[in-house]
């Protein structure tokens, strides 16, 4: 079945450094690709979204590049800020399934 | 603010007793789905409704239950509750159940002590 899988956390960066969070994926069909952030104490919010192959989504100062050809939807910040501290939840959604798969999470600590 | 509103916002139970989580979902929207996240897990799919009738439904036992009113807000029923039913139970509503660009926008969530 489908599936998304996420690098382990917790990932601890000093504020203003550069942030990589890897997710790969496995899908039968062609999936939409989301990054969903996590507050502490809140529900999901959407952080970008990619609905199709070589598409970048970006918010936030936040990007994702959707790469059909390694399943990857890497997301990545040039300067991460202590405002940034969160979980960070890769998905996907193919058509027809009606849910949406997602990966563990990884927790991001962002120090001043 | 997404217009996503889950009550209540947490809960403690007694394992054997029934619960009743609540979802407004966002104006225009016609679609909930739940969720289940456990923690330090994703959120795991649990059913969904489309229009007051079951639409989808993930690896869940028939003790997990739901229902939408005709103003498409929900509930999600658990009976005979069990100590790993203690979660985050995430609410999300959708403008369209299956459309491969729609983006559900999730509730705050209720959080579920099974003690």
């Known amino acids: 079945g489908d599936s998304v899988t996420q690098m382990e956390g917790p990932v601890t960066l000093s504020e203003e450094a550069f942030l990589t969070i890897n997710c790969t994926y496995t899908?039968?069909?062609?999936?939409?690709l989301f990054w969903y952030v996590q507050y502490p104490g809140e529900g999901l919010q959407l952080l970008l979204k990619?609905?199709?192959?070589?598409d970048k989504g970006s918010n936030k100062g936040f990007e994702a590049t959707y790469r059909k050809e390694t399943t990857s939807f890497h997301l990545e910040k040039g300067s991460v800020q202590v405002s940034d501290s969160a979980v960070y939840f890769c998905?996907?959604?193919?058509?027809?399934?009606?849910?949406?798969?997602f990966g563990t999470g990884t927790r991001l600590k962002v120090l001043a | 603010e997404t217009g996503v509103t889950q009550s209540p916002t947490h809960l403690i139970k007694t394992r054997g007793q029934q619960v009743t989580l609540r979802c407004s979902s966002q104006?225009?929207?016609?679609?909930v789905s739940w969720y289940q996240q456990a923690l330090g897990q994703g959120p795991q799919f649990i059913f969904q409704?489309?229009?007051?009738?079951?639409?989808g439904r993930g690896n869940f036992p028939p003790r997990f239950s739901g229902l939408q009113f005709p103003n498409y807000s929900s509930e999600l029923n658990v009976n005979a509750l069990e100590l790993d039913d203690s979660a985050l139970y995430l609410c999300?509503?959708?403008?369209?159940?299956?459309?491969?660009?729609?983006?559900?926008?999730f509730g705050q969530g209720t959080r579920l002590t099974v003690v």
């Open positions: 999300a509503s959708s403008s369209n159940p299956g459309t491969l660009n729609t983006e559900a926008f």
């Open positions: 899908a039968t069909g062609y999936p939409s």
């Open positions: 990619a609905t199709k192959a070589d």
């Open positions: 998905a996907l959604f193919t058509s027809g399934t009606y849910k949406y798969i």
């Open positions: 104006s225009g929207h016609n679609t």
């Open positions: 409704y489309y229009r007051e009738e079951e639409n």
